[in-house]
């Protein structure tokens, strides 16, 4: 497989309930993103990892907990989640965060929270 | 804080007609790179043309390009023959040259919709 892949593509969960989004880039990147995207408002970004290690949070409430355990890898564990939560979910790596370099972008994942 | 504009939320256009997407920032700095995402339906953003800002003139890339007027902080999209393949949504983003891990400040989004 080539780019950022995301699975799952849709997942509908109750605010019960515990999921993990997943993030794979098969680019060589040294840098993955999760960004958050709803109807009508701009892309928000929610973590930055550069080289695994976490490099900025957007004060994102702890519901929200990533996790990258290698540079190829990005995981977003949800847990008590909300209904205004749902969105899509975007994962983008790049070559390293603090340049001029492209962003490349996965499918997103479709959360719906009921 | 920087803050991107895209003040169109949808825009038409007839095939192999040429259109004009606008869009604003506000910034403080004077270095910084500007972007153009594209989404399709298919959900898959991809990069379309971006704008150093020191460089004066504007990029281009086949079928577009950008109108960059830095004094006036505006970064248009220019779609020329447009084809059905560019509907999509559109995305201009900011970054920050300053610093590490500058993020892209994204505007809202324009639908743009192409008439066959």
């Known amino acids: 497989e080539t780019g950022v892949t995301q699975t799952p593509r849709h997942l509908v969960m109750g605010m019960t309930n515990k999921k993990s989004l997943k993030c794979e880039q098969h680019?060589?990147?040294?840098?993955m993103y999760w960004y958050k995207q709803s109807a009508k408002k701009p892309l928000e970004l929610m973590f930055v990892?550069?080289?695994?290690?976490?490099?900025e949070n957007n004060s994102v409430p702890s519901r929200f907990s990533p996790e990258c355990p290698n540079s190829s890898h990005l995981f977003l564990h949800l847990h008590t989640l909300q209904p205004e939560d749902s969105a899509l979910y975007l994962c983008?790596?790049?070559?390293?965060?603090?340049?001029?370099?492209?962003?490349?972008f996965g499918p997103g994942t479709r959360l719906t929270v009921l | 804080a920087q803050t991107v504009t895209q003040s169109q939320p949808e825009m038409s256009v007839q095939e192999a007609e040429t259109v004009t997407l606008s869009c604003t920032y506000d910034t403080s700095e004077s270095d910084y790179y500007l972007f153009w995402y594209k989404q399709p339906p298919s959900r898959q953003m991809i990069l379309v043309i971006r704008?150093?800002?020191?460089?004066?003139q504007n990029a281009t890339e086949n079928r577009f390009s950008v109108n960059f007027q830095k004094a006036a902080k505006s970064f248009s999209l220019k779609i020329s023959d447009s084809q059905l393949g560019d509907a999509a949504m559109y995305f201009c983003a900011y970054r920050s040259a300053a610093g590490a891990n500058s993020k892209l400040t994204f505007g809202k989004g324009i639908t743009l919709s192409v008439r066959p």
């Open positions: 680019l060589g990147h040294n840098a």
């Open positions: 704008q150093e800002a020191y460089k004066q």
């Open positions: 990892y550069s080289l695994e290690e976490r490099v």
């Open positions: 983008a790596s790049s070559q390293d965060p603090a340049t001029y370099n492209e962003q490349f």
